[in-house]
Each structure stands twice: as structure tokens, then as C-alpha cells.
């Protein structure tokens, strides 16, 4: 019958000696002894035993509900089972989020090396709706604990000044919501990529160079709304991204 040492397990299972000596004390697997040297020796039942403990150990299960693992019938192997199915089944969810937040932020910081590259594009706002930002209002509270800035806008009417309102994007309007701004159909734009200095609000002569460059093109500004894209480093300094369109008259 072939017998494993120590050494092997803890290499077959990647996991640390000290553990194996843990276990071992706590009850939860029992290797043999040698006669000759008192070497811990396991044999192929109890490698698979400690495969077990190793796989339940890696679903979160305390050393404490392993302890009789041994003693265990089916239905409780089961239960066990089953209730870590649904914890996985949970965690699965919750990083398929993740995984997607990664992609868009990708995406933003792809449309910032777009959009630098045009200027004054035709293109209208990929969303219909914009309310008002309400630091108190649970629904804002949702929209960045879905780790999710880019729904985050500014709207800026210019008439007879400049101001600007923090939004945030909804697919949907509802009663309870007030609208800032809603796309119609009859409104024209222009497109461009908004790089105002992280550590200074936006400057209305940022805009105001804007409106001068689309007033030579032919343009009058109706008003601005500006999608975050994201904050990096350039030239030493800290920059917004803002993805920005110019309603035009």
C-alpha cells in the first residue's frame, strides 16, 4: 500500500505543513505514524479525506463545522452543499458586476484617447434623461455604490450666464423624479472631449472658448451636457474627462 508523507501532501494541495499539523490537532484528518520514526504517513484514503477538508476549507467553512465532518450523513453533506451553492452563486453575481464596471471604465478611458483625436462631431447624448443630483436622494446613493461615476453629468445652461447643474443619468423618468434636461428630437449637437484641471471647478471660460470655436463654425450655444469619463494623470497635472455635447441652434 503506498503511503504519503507530510511533504507530499502539502505539495499535491499546495497548502502549508503547519496546516496539515493544525488540522491533525483539531481532529479533522488522522495520518498514521511510522513505528520506526514517528513520520506522519497517509495513505490513499486519508490523502482523499484531506482533499475534502482542503475543498471545504476553500468554501469558507470554519474548522469548527468541520470537526465532525467524519460523522456527517448525506443529507447533511447536502445541506452543506447546498448552502454553499448559493454563497457561490452569490459571489458569482456580485464579480460578473465587477467584471463589467472594469469594462466600462475601460471603455471610458478608450473614449478619452477617441475623443481627443476629433472636435465638433455630429452626435447626440447615448441617454434621454437627466435629473437633478440630490446628495440626500437614496437613488444617487445607488448610482455610486454601483461603482459606476460615468452616469454622474454636468448641465450647464448659458443664458443670460453660465450655470451649471450636477446630474445624474436615469433610463427611465418616473413621478417622482425631476427632470433637469430630457433629448428631444428636434435638438442638434456637437460633440467634444471636455479637459478641465482636477483640483479647480469648471471655468466658464472653458465653455466660453467652446461657444467662440462653434460661433466661427456658424453655431449659437443652447446648452451643455457633460458625461464623466474619468480622472488621469497628464503633463505632471491631474485632469476630468468630461464627454461633452454642445446643443446647437
Given at each position: 500500500?503506498?503511503?504519503?508523507?507530510?511533504?507530499?501532501?502539502?505539495?499535491?494541495?499546495?497548502?502549508?505543513?503547519?496546516?496539515?499539523?493544525?488540522?491533525?490537532?483539531k481532529?479533522?484528518?488522522?495520518?498514521?505514524?511510522?513505528?520506526?520514526?514517528?513520520?506522519?504517513?497517509?495513505?490513499?484514503?486519508?490523502?482523499?479525506?484531506?482533499?475534502?477538508?482542503?475543498?471545504?476549507?476553500?468554501?469558507?467553512?470554519s474548522?469548527?463545522?468541520?470537526q465532525?465532518?467524519?460523522?456527517?450523513?448525506?443529507?447533511?453533506?447536502?445541506?452543506?452543499?447546498?448552502n454553499?451553492?448559493v454563497?457561490?452563486?452569490?459571489?458569482?453575481?456580485?464579480?460578473?458586476?465587477?467584471?463589467?464596471?472594469?469594462?466600462?471604465?475601460?471603455?471610458?478611458?478608450?473614449?478619452?484617447?477617441?475623443?481627443?483625436?476629433?472636435?465638433?462631431?455630429?452626435?447626440?447624448?447615448?441617454?434621454?434623461?437627466?435629473?437633478?443630483?440630490?446628495?440626500?436622494?437614496?437613488?444617487?446613493?445607488?448610482?455610486?455604490?454601483?461603482?459606476?461615476?460615468?452616469?454622474?453629468?454636468?448641465?450647464?445652461?448659458?443664458?443670460?450666464?453660465?450655470?451649471?447643474?450636477?446630474?445624474?443619468?436615469?433610463?427611465?423618468?418616473?413621478?417622482?423624479?425631476?427632470?433637469?434636461?430630457?433629448?428631444?428630437?428636434?435638438?442638434?449637437?456637437?460633440?467634444?472631449?471636455?479637459?478641465?484641471?482636477?483640483?479647480?471647478?469648471?471655468?466658464?471660460?472653458?465653455?466660453?472658448?467652446?461657444?467662440?470655436?462653434?460661433?466661427?463654425?456658424?453655431?449659437?450655444?443652447?446648452?451643455?451636457?457633460a458625461?464623466?469619463?474619468?480622472?488621469?494623470?497628464?503633463?505632471?497635472?491631474?485632469?476630468?474627462?468630461?464627454?461633452?455635447?454642445?446643443?446647437?441652434?
Open positions: 500500500m503506498e503511503l504519503f508523507s507530510i511533504n507530499d501532501i502539502a505539495k499535491i494541495y499546495s497548502i502549508p505543513k503547519s496546516t496539515l499539523r493544525y488540522w491533525e490537532e481532529g479533522l484528518i488522522q495520518p498514521e505514524r511510522n513505528a520506526e520514526n514517528d513520520y506522519r504517513m497517509y495513505d490513499l484514503k486519508e490523502l482523499i479525506h484531506t482533499g475534502d477538508i482542503v475543498f471545504y476549507r476553500s468554501l469558507g467553512f474548522i469548527k463545522q468541520l465532525n465532518y467524519r460523522e456527517m450523513s448525506g443529507r447533511q453533506l447536502n445541506d452543506l452543499l447546498t454553499a451553492e454563497e457561490v452563486e452569490e459571489e458569482l453575481t456580485k464579480l460578473k458586476l465587477i467584471q463589467q464596471v472594469i469594462k466600462d471604465r475601460k471603455e471610458k478611458l478608450s473614449e478619452i484617447s477617441l475623443l481627443s483625436e476629433t472636435e465638433y462631431v455630429i452626435a447626440a447624448p447615448d441617454f434621454e434623461y437627466l435629473i437633478a443630483y440630490a446628495y440626500q436622494d437614496p437613488l444617487n446613493y445607488a448610482a455610486f455604490q454601483e461603482n459606476n461615476p460615468s452616469n454622474f453629468t454636468l448641465y450647464l445652461t448659458l443664458e443670460p450666464h453660465i450655470q451649471i447643474q450636477e446630474g445624474l443619468i436615469i433610463s427611465e423618468k418616473t413621478k417622482n423624479q425631476t427632470l433637469i434636461w430630457e433629448k428631444q428630437p428636434t435638438m442638434q449637437f456637437r460633440q467634444i472631449l471636455l479637459k478641465i484641471p482636477a483640483d479647480i471647478p469648471i471655468a466658464p471660460t472653458i465653455i466660453e472658448k467652446q461657444q467662440k470655436e462653434l460661433e466661427k463654425l456658424g453655431y449659437q450655444t443652447k446648452a451643455v451636457i458625461r464623466y469619463l474619468g480622472t488621469t494623470k497628464d503633463d505632471e497635472e491631474r485632469f476630468e474627462y468630461y464627454k461633452a455635447w454642445f446643443e446647437i441652434e
